[in-house]
């Protein structure tokens, strides 16, 4: 079983729509849950970076965890064209030296908003 | 402030070649971490540098090494390519408060 799971997609939703992305993973020592963006050709961008179970709101993006089910989740409001990339969950957690130092990541999810 | 840079972003080499990739951080971090991006594998965690010193290595050969300078840049080697080396390498830089990981634009190596 892969430590981190994400539904590869492709994903092709109206402009407008609600988009959710979802990942679940097997290793309980995560503590940290990050979202990237990746436009074709780019290096990820960082979106949303929690590190607790619950809600974090950023503008229309809303980053939910669930440590009990293992599951994280990042939800799109009003979807733009210019949201069309591939997401990426990550997830670390500390080390005995105290650094958060390695992603794990999932496959991605390829979405595409339809204008 | 400006971000993580990756030179050359581009390269084709063939087999048994070797190859160096350089990725300068973000200004004021120390930690520099390297990941390889497959179609097929996602992306892997290669290995972390640390104050020049490798901190943490991925499950990779030893065909790809690296190393990291004073100034916090950061190198990473590939001896010996294989085709299956083909793949986007992806250099990121910590440090700050969120203690968060900033990727650059990536280099792009073909091997034929």
């Known amino acids: 079983q892969k430590e981190v799971e994400q539904d590869p997609g492709p994903l092709s939703v109206p402009e407008g729509a609600i988009v959710s992305l979802n990942c679940t993973y097997s290793n309980s020592a995560f503590q940290y849950f990050m979202w990237y963006r990746q436009y074709s050709r780019k290096g990820p961008e960082l979106l949303m970076y929690?590190?607790?179970?619950g809600n974090k709101e950023d503008g229309r993006f809303t980053a939910q965890v669930d440590k009990s089910s293992k599951y994280i989740s990042l939800f799109i409001r009003d979807s733009q064209p210019s949201d069309s990339a591939t997401y990426l969950c990550?997830?670390?957690?500390?080390?005995?030296?105290?650094?958060?130092?390695?992603?794990?990541f999932g496959k991605g999810t390829l979405l595409t908003v339809n204008p | 402030k400006a971000g993580v840079t990756q030179t050359p972003r581009y390269l084709i080499k063939t087999r048994g070649q070797q190859v160096t990739l350089s990725c300068s951080p973000i200004?004021?971090?120390?930690?520099v971490s390297w990941y390889q991006q497959t179609p097929g594998q996602g992306l892997q965690f290669l290995f972390e540098?640390?104050?020049?010193?490798?901190?943490n290595k991925g499950n990779f050969p030893g065909r790809f090494s690296g190393r990291q300078f004073s100034n916090s840049r950061s190198e990473m080697n590939v001896s010996t390519l294989e085709l299956g080396d083909s793949a986007l390498y992806l250099c990121?830089?910590?440090?700050?408060?969120?203690?968060?990981?900033?990727f650059g634009p990536g280099t792009r190596l073909t091997v034929l």
């Open positions: 540098y640390f104050s020049e010193t490798q901190r």
């Open positions: 990550a997830m670390s957690y500390q080390n005995s030296g105290g650094s958060n130092y390695k992603l794990t």
């Open positions: 929690t590190y607790s179970s």
């Open positions: 990121a830089s910590r440090g700050g408060s969120t203690d968060t990981q900033y």
């Open positions: 200004s004021g971090h120390r930690s």
